[in-house]
């Protein structure tokens, strides 16, 4: 049944972004966005951990994961170390995801060329 719940869950997310982009004016960066935004709001009330448990993987997949790791990060690692947590806080989740889209995007301008 979870694997059920975690198609459901991304492939709404999908749905819902999709309509945006039929429907307005926004690029998908726009809407990139806007997901990370409601995924760090959904964790500050902690309905994204909510969603996780019940969900399971498949909440950790999309966009939305990327705004609740920075947030969870940063209010983790606030309350032994004050303020000067909240800044270290935010890459400690993400900090591999981070590394790892560096390297493989200098990997790929390396070996692909531009067509323009």
């Avoid at 307005?24 to 951990?49: C, E, M, Q, R, W």
């Avoid at 969900?55 to 990327?66: D, M, R």
């Amino acid at each position: 049944m979870t694997y059920i719940y975690s198609f459901l869950f991304t492939a709404s997310l999908c749905l819902i972004a999709q309509i945006i982009l039929d429907n307005t004016k926004l690029t998908p960066g726009h809407i990139t966005s806007i997901f990370v935004v409601i995924g760090a709001f959904l964790d500050i009330f902690n309905i994204y951990d909510r969603i996780i448990t019940r969900v399971g993987a498949g909440a950790l997949v999309p966009i939305t994961s990327f705004g609740h790791l920075l947030v969870h990060g940063a209010m983790q690692t606030s309350i032994p170390s004050g303020l000067m947590g909240v800044s270290m806080g935010i890459f400690s989740l993400t900090s591999s995801g981070i590394a790892s889209a560096i390297f493989f995007s200098f990997i790929f301008a390396l070996i692909f060329k531009p067509k323009n």
